[in-house]
């Protein structure tokens, strides 16, 4: 990376999975390297990050909210997105997109990198595609994209994945144009029924 790329920022996700270690902290943090081939001239779409969270202090300034929405689910605001990420969830049993791979990431993830870093004709690569999260992702949200894996049944799980994306574009925690904070599906689910009627 030094050699090719200028180092931009670090992004820590805290991933929330696994029971800990006995004799050690448990490792719950994993480092995202954001490098640029040229410092002065790259692509971000930071309004495409965003993240919508629930307020707690509710300034308002002459009776009105200031910088936040007052809604019958509650109060939110939107936020830019910071370089600390604690609001993915490994993909768990349960969830939709949950595969066999041992290093699975979760679809969240790899939509904030998409969306901040990828134009919508923009190709994304992934050279290590495991069990096809960035293609799948890319095609979810209108990218074209190339996944190199010398894995055999990898590549047929990725497959599998792409083919039954074409039903399903979702990707958990992220919706009507932003990115839910952690423990909020009801709220997503209301806010896709709106969408729907408009």
Known sequence: M????YLINRITWQREK???AKNNWKNSMEDIWFGVKNKNNY?????????????????????????????A???FRLTYPSNFWDDI???????????EHPTQKPEKLIAKLILASCRTEGIVLDPFLGSGTT???AKKLGRQYVGIEMNEEYCCL????????DEDKSVQGYSGGVF?????????????KKQAQK
Do not use: H
Not at 180 to 192: S, V, Y
């Open 135 to 137: 293609s799948v992702v």
């Open 180 to 192: 839910w904070e952690r423990n909020t599906l009801n709220l997503q689910i209301k806010e896709n």
């Open 89 to 99: 969830s490994i993909p768990y049993w349960s969830m939709p997109e949950n595969t």
């Open 158 to 165: 990725a497959e599998k994945r792409l083919s039954m994306c």
């Open 43 to 71: 692509y971000f779409d930071v309004d495409a990050v965003k993240q919508k969270r629930k307020v707690l202090a509710t300034y308002k300034e002459n009776g009105n909210p200031k910088g936040w929405e007052e809604t």
């Open 2 to 5: 030094d050699d090719n790329l």
């Open 73 to 75: 689910e509650g109060n």
């Open 18 to 20: 696994g029971r800990g």
